[in-house]
């Protein structure tokens, strides 16, 4: 592929003796990759249903490698939410900051959502992803893919870094700077980015970066982790950052990454000559079967204190908050529920239920999408549940289901949004809502009266 001039002179200038290889690199096929969604199913279990050919990716536990032809965006499962779509490199990031269940997790530059997917199913159902795009119509992308991966405890914001800040100071366990960067590292997987490419574009970033890198340190816990990536080769944008970052902030620290044989050291002559900076990881091209990319993990001096204030699902009385008849209309649907952890933190808004968070700090003012997972609407005399509270859900936590084979031509016919008919004995109960499973992997709602299924999946979600 034709590459930009001036980028090409600087990376002959940073790569020496291996820039052919690293030129020749551009000639070969990009790789395609997919991450399972651990919060609904293993990577052995995956394995063992995945209805085309998956390769493992051998750095990261949870990635596979596929094949361009098989499209797996237009298989069942993936609306099912099993898996995200994402570039082999792009995973390794979320995959290097160690994630406990029940942490605070930031994920401050959020869309479309890849690595804050991955960060939702590590925290699990104790813990709190705050993900966070300043870009209005990107954060409604991140957005769809926090719910189809059924992540409960999400606040997705849209805000600038420092408005965050002023809220969340010294507040998350683990933060993931996956930065806005001159986006050489994708010029192969995105030749668009390489025709807009110019030499002033990576001081551009690295400005971006350093006021980026200044607040997230600043909502930063003593003793957290920042975890800061971006998909460029560029070395003011990487060394450069890092080497800032240590001048600005004496309390962080490089640590080192988890290793693979694939990874190459950072270059301390690309920063500030620190030697540290050999603990920063770079992924090259020519190297890795992926595309370019950058990580530091750095850890704030102290010691990390756990949550006290975060209540754990189920601490609340169920169903507080909210007037007798909102209750009662919930209490009656949720009596198919056979789960209680739906029943605890409810807020209502107009008609809409949610299932919120609690923070411990105050969040008005700030602008958001959506804080917790959307439950349904509340309307005469009755409640609808909505398509995130589907996503969330397991099979066997619902009393009325209606499981299809992943062969069914209803599947197909769901998806588009048709109405579908179901034959006497498919599900536990004659009339009344079902939750759709294709196998035993939840899809989305449906409303059975007499046969007939009247189609409730989400118009905005449907197949082509």
Request: net charge neutral; proline share 6%.
């Amino acid at each position: 592929m034709e590459l930009p001039q001036g980028f090409n002179r600087r990376m002959e200038q940073m790569l020496g003796g291996e820039y052919q290889e690293f030129i020749k690199s551009y000639d070969e096929p990009r790789q395609f990759g997919l991450r399972v969604n651990t919060l609904k199913i293993s990577p052995r279990e995956f394995e063992a249903i995945a209805p085309f050919s998956i390769t493992p990716v051998p750095w990261v536990p949870n990635g596979y490698f596929y094949r361009e032809e098989d499209m797996p965006s237009r298989h069942p499962y993936y609306f099912a939410g099993l898996y995200y779509l994402q570039e082999p490199s792009a995973m390794t990031p979320a995959s290097r900051l160690p994630v406990e269940k029940g942490d605070r997790v930031l994920d401050l530059c959020a869309a479309p959502g890849g690595k804050a997917t991955e960060l939702g199913a590590l925290v699990g159902r104790e813990g709190l992803l705050v993900a966070n795009e300043i870009n209005a119509s990107r954060a409604k992308a991140l957005l769809k893919n926090i719910e189809m991966m059924g992540i409960e405890n999400a606040f997705i914001t849209n805000e600038k870094p420092g408005n965050l800040s002023r809220c969340f100071e010294a507040y998350f366990d683990k933060i993931l700077v996956d930065a806005p960067c001159s986006g050489e590292g994708m010029f192969r997987k995105e030749p668009e980015v390489a025709a807009v490419w110019d030499e002033s574009r990576p001081a551009y970033f690295a400005k971006l970066q350093r006021d980026i890198l200044d607040n997230a340190v600043k909502m930063l816990k003593p003793g957290g982790m920042l975890l800061y990536s971006t998909c460029t080769f560029s070395s003011e944008e990487n060394e450069g950052s890092i080497s800032r970052l240590l001048a600005d902030h004496k309390d962080m620290n490089l640590i080192e990454i988890e290793p693979y044989e694939g990874f190459s050291k950072g270059n301390p002559v690309w920063g500030d000559g620190n030697v540290q900076l050999e603990k920063c990881v770079r992924i090259w091209p020519h190297k890795m079967r992926g595309e370019g990319h950058f990580m530091a993990l750095l850890k704030k001096d102290g010691i990390l204190q756990k949550n006290s204030d975060y209540k754990i699902p189920g601490s609340y009385q169920p169903f507080s908050g909210m007037e007798k008849s909102q209750r009662q209309l919930l209490e009656t649907f949720c009596q198919n529920v056979k789960t209680e952890r739906f029943t605890a933190g409810i807020d209502v808004r107009g008609e809409k239920v949610y299932k919120v968070p609690e923070f411990g700090r105050e969040v008005k003012g700030l602008r958001f999408l959506r804080n917790g997972l959307y439950l349904g609407d509340l309307k005469k005399n009755r409640f609808e549940p909505q398509q995130p509270f589907a996503m969330a859900l397991r099979r066997k936590e619902f009393e009325s289901v209606l499981t299809l084979s992943v062969e069914d031509e209803r599947v197909e016919r769901y998806l588009k949004g048709e109405t579908i008919f179901v034959e006497a004995g498919e599900c536990e109960q004659k009339n009344g809502w079902k939750l759709v499973c294709v196998e035993s992997f939840s899809l989305g709602w449906g409303k059975l009266v007499n046969g007939v299924l009247k189609n409730k999946y989400l118009c905005a979600w449907r197949k082509n």
